[in-house]
C-alpha cells in the first residue's frame, strides 16, 4: 500500500463519524468523510460476519472515491438470546429501525432473564482498504450486560442498555472521552491507529495484500 495521507471514513452515519473522526484524531493523515462525496454509492451490508461487512464497506468506498477507505462494523452477542442480535445489530427491530427500536426490542426480548444471565459483548472489527484492494483489519471487543431499561442520554446505538460493570455505568452515561478510552470501537482503533500510522509514514512496514493484524 502506498503512503498514506489522506483517508475517507466510510460511514454516513452522523454520530458514527464523529467518534471515529476523535478517535483517529492527531494523525498525520487528512480526514474526510462520505459527506465530501455525495456521489459515492451506499454499500449494502449483507455480510453474514462484522469483518466481512467491514471489508466490504471499506474496499467498496476506496474504489469509488480513489481514497484510502476506513470502515467498521460492530455486533452484539448476547448470551441469553444465543448470540442474537449479532452482526444483525444495527438493524434487529428492521430494515427502517431507530436506535431506540432496536433497544426496545432487546429489552422485550430479555423480559424475566435474571440480571446474572443478561451477559453480552461488543465485537467491532475495522477494516482500511486501498483503491488497489489492499485490506487490513483490526478487531476490539467489550463484556458486559444488558440492563432492564435504557440509562444515560449519550452515545447511539445500543449504548444506553450496556452496562460496563467495571465502571459501573452504561455506555450512554459515559463522557464521550471516557467512552473513547474503554469501547469496543476504542479498542479496534486503537489497533487500527497503529495500522495507519505506519502507513503514512513507512509504506514498507505493512507488505503484502490482504494482510490483516
Same mark, same amino acid.
Given at each position: 500500500? !502506498? ?25 498525520? #493523515? ?11 454509492? *451506499?454499500?449494502?451490508? %449483507? ?22 477507505? #476506513? ?28 436506535? %431506540? %427500536? ?32 489492499? #485490506? ?13 431499561? &435504557? ?24 463522557? !464521550? *472521552? ?23 509514514? %513507512?509504506?514498507? #512496514? ?5 494482510? &490483516?493484524?
Amino acid at each position: 500500500m !502506498p503512503r498514506v495521507k489522506e483517508i475517507v471514513l466510510a460511514t454516513r452515519n452522523q454520530h458514527k463519524g464523529a467518534e471515529l473522526a476523535a478517535l483517529l484524531g492527531g494523525l498525520e #493523515v487528512r480526514i474526510r468523510t462520505l459527506a465530501d462525496f455525495p456521489t459515492a454509492p *451506499e454499500v449494502k451490508e %449483507d455480510g453474514v460476519t462484522c469483518e466481512a461487512n467491514a471489508i466490504k464497506k471499506a474496499t467498496e468506498v476506496a474504489r469509488a472515491t480513489g481514497l484510502t477507505a #476506513v470502515a467498521d462494523d460492530t455486533g452484539l452477542e448476547v448470551d441469553a438470546l444465543g448470540g442474537r442480535p449479532g452482526v444483525y445489530a444495527a438493524r434487529y427491530a428492521g430494515e427502517q429501525a431507530t436506535y %431506540d %427500536d432496536n433497544c426496545h426490542k432487546l429489552l422485550q426480548e430479555l423480559a424475566g432473564v435474571p440480571q446474572a444471565k443478561r451477559t453480552a459483548r461488543f465485537l467491532t472489527v475495522a477494516a482500511i482498504a486501498s483503491p488497489g484492494g489492499e #485490506v487490513h483489519i483490526a478487531q476490539g471487543t467489550l463484556d458486559g450486560l444488558i440492563t432492564e431499561e &435504557s440509562r444515560g442520554e449519550r452515545g447511539f446505538g445500543y449504548d444506553p442498555v450496556f452496562f460496563v460493570p467495571e465502571i459501573g455505568k452504561t455506555l450512554a452515561e459515559l463522557a !464521550p *472521552e471516557e467512552k473513547n478510552r474503554v469501547s469496543h470501537r476504542a479498542r479496534a482503533f486503537v489497533k487500527m491507529r497503529e495500522i495507519l500510522e505506519a502507513l503514512s509514514s %513507512d509504506c514498507s #512496514v505493512l507488505s503484502g495484500k490482504g494482510e &490483516s493484524l
